[in-house]
C-alpha cells in the first residue's frame, strides 16, 4: 500500500480558511485519496474523496495536484468544531474497502 | 440511520476473563470491519467481513475472535488478552465495493 506523508500538527484561527497538505509520491493510477477525521473521542468519520480533479462537498474541498504526488484538504472556514486528526489515506479500488491509515494532522483552531 | 452503534462504551478486564464487544448497523452494509487504535496513534485494521464472511484477518491473534451472526451484528470475543492489548476497538461498515466507511464511537478497553 502507498504511503502519505502528512505534518504532525497545525494551527489555524476561527473562521480562516485552512490548507492540510499531503504528500504521496508513490501513488499509482488507480489510487483514490480519501480523508477522514477523528474529532476527540469519537471513531473517524469520512470527509472527502478524489481521484485526479478536485472535489467539493459540504465538508471540504479536496485539491489534487496534477502529477498527483499531493493533495490538499482545504477547509474553508475553520470552527472550533474541525479541531481533530486529519487523515490522507490512498485507497486501491477493491472490494475489500481496506483503509490504512497514516498518522495524521492534528488541527488545533484558536479561537 | 447512518450510525454505527458499539457496547459497551468502557471495559474493564482481567487476563483469566472473557468478554465480549458489540457492533450493530441498520445501513444494510454487507462489508463490516474491526479496527483497533492505540494511545495517539492510527487506528489499525484487525478483520474485515462481506456478507457475514470473515474475509480478511491482519494476522490477529487468536485470543481476538470476530464473528458475524447476521448482516447487522458484528461481535468481537476476548479471551485471555494482555495489557498491551488496552486500547480503543473500533467498529466501521460499509456498502461492499463502496467508497466510504462510517465509524462507531469504540470501545475503550482496559485489560488489568
Known amino acids: 500500500d502507498a504511503k502519505t506523508t502528512q505534518p504532525n500538527s497545525m494551527e489555524s484561527n476561527e473562521e480562516e480558511p485552512v490548507h492540510l497538505p499531503c504528500n504521496h509520491s508513490?501513488?499509482?493510477?488507480?489510487?483514490?485519496i480519501h480523508w477522514y477525521r477523528q474529532l476527540p473521542s469519537q471513531g473517524p468519520e469520512y470527509v472527502i474523496h478524489g481521484l485526479t480533479s478536485n472535489v467539493n462537498n459540504r465538508m471540504a474541498s479536496l485539491a489534487i495536484a496534477e502529477d498527483r504526488k499531493s493533495s490538499t484538504l482545504i477547509l474553508h472556514r475553520a470552527t472550533l468544531r474541525d479541531a481533530a486528526v486529519y487523515y490522507c489515506?490512498?485507497?486501491?479500488?477493491?472490494?475489500?474497502?481496506?483503509?490504512?491509515f497514516g498518522q495524521g494532522t492534528t488541527l488545533q483552531v484558536k479561537p | 440511520d447512518t450510525e454505527v452503534t458499539q457496547t459497551p462504551k468502557h471495559l474493564v478486564m482481567g487476563m483469566t476473563n472473557k468478554k465480549s464487544l458489540k457492533c450493530e448497523q441498520h445501513?444494510?452494509?454487507?462489508?463490516m470491519y474491526w479496527y483497533k487504535q492505540k494511545a495517539k496513534k492510527p487506528p489499525e485494521l484487525m478483520f474485515v467481513y462481506s456478507y457475514e464472511k470473515l474475509s480478511i484477518n491482519e494476522s490477529v491473534p487468536s485470543r481476538f475472535s470476530p464473528e458475524c451472526p447476521n448482516s447487522s451484528l458484528l461481535n468481537l470475543h476476548l479471551h485471555a488478552l494482555q495489557p498491551e492489548d488496552s486500547a480503543l476497538y473500533l467498529c466501521?461498515?460499509?456498502?461492499?465495493?463502496?467508497?466510504?466507511?462510517?465509524f462507531g464511537p469504540g470501545t475503550r478497553l482496559l485489560v488489568l
Open positions: 508513490t501513488i499509482s493510477g488507480t489510487d483514490y
Open positions: 489515506i490512498l485507497r486501491r479500488p477493491s472490494n475489500t474497502g481496506k483503509l490504512i
Open positions: 445501513m444494510g452494509h454487507r462489508a
Open positions: 466501521a461498515s460499509g456498502r461492499w465495493g463502496g467508497e466510504t466507511q462510517y
